[in-house]
């Protein structure tokens, strides 16, 4: 955006990266590859700094329709834009086990505790590797196989984390921890796919987002990155439709 000379303001209600910052190391991201995610996005923040991109750490509340683009709800009141580039991202999915976690933070802060985490991709064995590497003791439940890269599944063998065949429903709450096939856990930590985040725009008629740039049946909205890309969520990809959308926006 700022490439073609138009204003754009970023609100981030989290960090500069989103769920890029938990990854242990990113390998597919050109001329990144072997960072960790964290590493990476002190670099984006930096890169919007330089470019005087406007970056509000604001939540935004909600959305509606305008005359002519979109009245966004801040923090700071409504403010009216244009056009819309919508990249919320995913929210984790959720099982009924009391206590659960869903967020690496919150299980990696129980250094030397027994974690068992559920899940058989990437983010799940991304995370084995970075609760062993805080000092915890993880131990992987998947469900039908591993569904991760070979690499992740190498770097799981070369740390010694135990990965076991078992089931969510096979895990009871015992005290303050869990049991799991005569095994006790201090915490379980649940990485079993995320949902497209849209609620900002879940009320408008979007109807179909066209690739590569996230239009959608609105005039002057898109939709990109892990809130549509579904199982092909990558960060290389998500980057790839924001350009895109720029550009879209750019030539019209
Ligand atoms: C452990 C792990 C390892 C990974 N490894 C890799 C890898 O090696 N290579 C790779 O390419 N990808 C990797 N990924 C995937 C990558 O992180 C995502 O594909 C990418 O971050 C998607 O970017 P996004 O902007 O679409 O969504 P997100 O990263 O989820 O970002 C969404 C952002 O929107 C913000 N937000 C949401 N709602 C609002 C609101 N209402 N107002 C303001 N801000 C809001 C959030 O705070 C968040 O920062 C990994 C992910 C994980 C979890």
Do not use: W
């Amino acid at each position: 955006m700022k490439k073609e000379s138009i204003g754009c303001t970023l609100f981030e209600g989290g960090q500069v990266g989103g769920l890029l910052r938990y990854a242990n190391r990113v390998e597919n991201y050109l001329g990144h590859h072997g960072l960790d995610g964290h590493s990476i996005c002190l670099k984006f923040r930096q890169h919007l700094l330089d470019m005087g991109v406007d970056l509000r750490h604001e939540r935004v509340g909600s959305v509606r329709r305008a005359e002519a683009g979109f009245m966004l709800n801040t923090p700071s009141g409504d403010e009216r834009y244009s056009r819309l580039i919508v990249a919320t991202g995913t929210t984790p999915r959720k099982v009924p086990l009391e206590g659960a976690f869903y967020f690496i933070e919150e299980a990696s802060r129980h250094s030397g505790s027994r974690v068992l985490v559920v899940g058989g991709g990437d983010i799940a064995l991304d995370n084995c590797i970075r609760l062993r590497r805080a000092g915890a003791h993880p131990t992987l439940l998947y469900r039908e196989g591993i569904r991760a890269n070979a690499m992740l599944r190498e770097e799981m063998e070369n740390e010694g984390i135990p990965m076991e065949k078992g089931d969510i429903h096979g895990i009871q709450k015992v005290g303050s921890g869990y049991s799991h096939k005569r095994s006790e856990y201090d915490h379980v930590a649940v990485f079993i796919g995320r949902e497209p985040d849209l609620e900002l725009v879940r009320h408008l008629d979007i109807g179909e987002v066209r690739l590569p740039c996230g239009e959608a049946d609105i005039e002057g909205l898109y939709i990109i990155g892990d809130a549509v890309l579904g199982r092909f969520g990558q960060a290389t990809l998500a980057a790839g439709m924001g350009l895109a959308a720029a550009m879209h926006i750019g030539l019209r």
